[in-house]
């Protein structure tokens, strides 16, 4: 009898054990009264993989840390453009470079090296030049021994290249020739800039291969705008104009941009490919739609 009582004492503690061992391993969910193991395997669904799904906020977004200045036209040293970049790259944060290169007319930066790639939102704003009254002043072009070389590389998204100049970038590859690449994150914008033109706005001086990409998982960028001061012109260029790339990348507005025009509208002004090549989804071209702040 004794026996017997201790073997039911037994087993009851032995099922009890049990029972807690199992509730301890059991993953908690959610919203389950029942917190017993899920007899189905649970596999981990993989992210999405449209990158640009999630915009990054657009440069109107956010604050504007410092503003760098640039005061010379060399290629390096202080008060250059290379300059500003490296301390906008260094800081945390939206940042500002705007331009105070002395004299007047279009003044021309002669880059003998690539510039750093932009690796922090910035807003890079060529209308700051004293003078500036709707055309570049700042003019960025290519003097280095390399045969191929881009201007702009951005990678940091949230940024704005405006009212400038950029000609003459080399191509020895599909991957150069370009003035501005924009690459992995987007919500950037170009504007009030002429790509591959001189500073009179009326001859090309081609950049070697593309004016603008886009590409990587860069979307949401604008290219242009909804006024005449924020209108592009591409023009000039030895390949295509506008190039979106697929890879994730989209929903880009292209508005307000002139093609394979000068400057002034005046005149064909070809580029040597497509004004336009596009293979992502959900792109707008004109129209006249703002519901995004870029
Ligand atoms: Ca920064």
Redesign the pocket.
């Known amino acids: 009898m004794v026996s017997r009582l201790l073997a039911s004492l037994f087993l009851a503690a032995l099922l009890t054990v049990s029972g807690a061992a199992r509730s301890a391993h059991a993953q908690p969910q959610a919203g389950r009264a029942d917190a017993s193991p899920d007899p189905v395997p649970v596999t981990a669904k993989a992210p999405c993989s449209f990158a640009a799904a999630r915009p990054a906020l657009p440069a109107s977004a956010l604050r504007v ?2 503003t760098f200045v640039v005061t010379s036209a060399a290629d390096t040293g202080a008060g250059t453009l290379r300059a500003a970049i490296t301390s ?8 500002r470079i705007a331009f105070a290169i002395p004299g007047s007319g279009v003044q021309r930066i002669t880059l003998k090296t690539v510039l750093p790639t932009i690796t ?3 807003v890079i704003d060529g209308t700051t030049q004293p003078g500036y009254a709707g055309s570049p002043l700042v003019e960025v072009t290519w003097g280095g021994t390399a045969t191929g070389a881009n201007c702009f590389t951005i990678t ?1 998204g949230s940024s704005v290249v405006r009212g400038l100049i950029l000609n003459g970038f080399p191509t020895n590859s599909a991957t150069t020739g370009y003035a501005i690449w924009l690459d992995v994150l987007g919500s950037n914008v170009v504007e009030g800039s002429w790509l591959g033109l001189d500073p009179s706005g009326r001859a090309a001086r081609p950049n070697g291969n593309v004016g603008i990409t886009i590409r990587g998982g860069s979307g949401f960028n604008r290219i242009g705008g909804y006024t005449a001061a924020a209108r592009n012109v591409i023009a000039g260029n030895a390949t295509t104009a506008l190039s979106i790339t697929s890879g994730g990348t989209g929903r880009n507005r292209i508005v307000g941009n002139w093609f394979g025009l000068n400057a002034t509208g005046t005149a064909v002004l070809p580029n040597g490919g497509n004004n336009l090549f596009i293979a992502a989804p959900d792109d707008t071209i004109g129209g006249t739609e703002r519901a995004r702040a870029t």
């Open positions: 840390g410092s906008a790259n260094a800081l945390a944060g939206l940042d922090s939102p910035v940091a």
